[in-house]
């Protein structure tokens, strides 16, 4: 089956890598962990925070890994087996790893993470872009 590009509109010029991400995001859509994503207003003078929150339980710091490669936010989850001699009379909680992509915008900076209570939070910030006006000349044909 084909895709009909869906920023195909000759107003929308240079936005292929757009699309491609798009794509990226979509096939990669798998449901755990759980998250939720947050605007958290920032102090007086400071842009808004944006917090994403995973549902880890289970989980310590030293088997997550959030790297950060190009506009890529990834979250990664490795748990093993202990190991040891245990019976199981009803296993639900397995040993699952995951693996979580987040694109970000250009400018947005990841500033910190933090595991409590089973819960992994990231925050990022975008800071306000200074506004740029630059006039074109244009040149004359004689």
């Known amino acids: 089956m084909s895709r009909v590009p869906s920023l195909s509109s000759p107003f929308l010029l240079g936005f292929d890598q757009l ?23 920032g102090p007086a003078g400071h842009p808004d925070r944006l917090r994403i929150t995973l549902a880890v339980a289970g989980f310590t710091r030293e088997q997550l890994d959030v790297t950060v490669e190009e506009s890529q936010l990834t979250i990664r989850g490795r748990q093993v087996d202990d190991g040891e001699d ?14 979580r992509s987040f694109v970000l915008a ?20 975008r ?13 004359a044909e004689d």
């Open 19 to 41: 699309e491609r991400v798009l794509d990226r995001v979509t096939k990669g859509a798998d449901g755990y962990p759980p998250y939720n994503i947050e605007r958290i207003a």
């Open 86 to 99: 245990r019976c199981f009379i009803h296993r639900g909680i397995a040993a699952r790893q995951f693996q």
């Open 106 to 125: 250009d400018g947005m900076e990841v500033v910190g993470a933090d595991l409590k209570n089973g819960l992994l939070s990231i925050d990022l910030v």
């Open 127 to 139: 800071p306000e872009p200074e506004r740029i006006v630059r006039r074109i000349d244009i040149a």
